[in-house]
């Protein structure tokens, strides 16, 4: 089945501790996201992957780093989690050709940061 | 990328067509119409895209207007299933890896 998986699903984690969301697609997509969504502030792209080793900021790329050293993982890293990162992540991946299809999303990751 | 407007909410009766309209004044001849949706707290789905041509897949029909500046998306028979957020996304097609999503429409499909 044609999907994007995200790890973990939950996460609770403490200030300053280094977390890694990992994503990964079996759709062999160029294309990968990471978006964050907040109550009131709606969907925003933090970072975005053309194809490996070539990534480009979202809007909201603050305190996030990413590294696409394979086609098919996107991994999230935060370095020093603050609560302001208290948020519901989804991992995205899409096709470069022209008709393509948009973005398939991941079942997303919820994390607290306290 | 073009902004776009929708409306903020929409009721809809189940069974009937569900309108949704999608404003995108400032869009350029680069630039597909994409609508996504968001059940709750699911991650967004893809519905439909288009050019300038109208579209139609299993899921809805895209109508797009001849001066590319607004378009509207219907859902042909709304079920409670179709209750979800629904987002109007231009994209142009030299950056497709940015995809900025707006505030969408909340659709509400009642019994």
């Known amino acids: 089945e044609a999907q994007v998986t995200q790890n973990p699903r939950y996460l609770i984690t403490v200030t300053g501790k280094k977390l890694t969301v990992t994503c990964s697609q079996n759709?062999?997509?160029?294309?990968m996201s990471w978006y964050r969504q907040d109550p009131g502030l709606g969907l925003r792209q933090i970072y975005y992957?053309?194809?490996?080793?070539?990534?480009d900021k979202g809007d909201v790329p603050e305190g996030y780093k990413v590294s696409r050293k394979e086609k098919r993982n996107f991994p999230l890293i935060l370095e020093s989690p603050s609560p302001n990162q208290t948020s519901l992540y989804f991992c995205?991946?899409?096709?470069?050709?022209?008709?393509?299809?948009?973005?398939?999303f991941g079942s997303g990751t919820r994390l607290t940061v306290v | 990328d073009a902004k776009t407007t929708q409306p903020t909410s929409m009721d809809c009766a189940e069974g009937r067509a569900a309108n949704l309209p999608c404003n995108h004044s400032?869009?350029?001849?680069?630039?597909?119409v994409y609508w996504y949706r968001q059940i709750h707290s699911q991650g967004p789905q893809y519905i439909i895209h288009g050019l300038k041509n109208n579209e139609t897949n299993e899921m809805a029909s895209l109508i797009i207007t001849e001066d590319r500046k607004s378009s509207t998306l219907i859902l042909p028979h709304a079920t409670l299933r179709d209750t979800a957020v629904y987002y109007c996304?231009?994209?142009?097609?030299?950056?497709?890896?940015?995809?900025?999503f707006g505030a969408g429409t909340q659709v509400v499909v009642t019994p």
């Open positions: 996304i231009v994209r142009a097609a030299d950056s497709w890896g940015k995809l900025q």
């Open positions: 759709m062999n997509h160029e294309y």
């Open positions: 995205a991946s899409s096709s470069s050709t022209q008709d393509n299809y948009g973005y398939t």
């Open positions: 400032t869009i350029s001849g680069n630039e597909y």
């Open positions: 992957s053309m194809n490996v080793e070539v990534t």
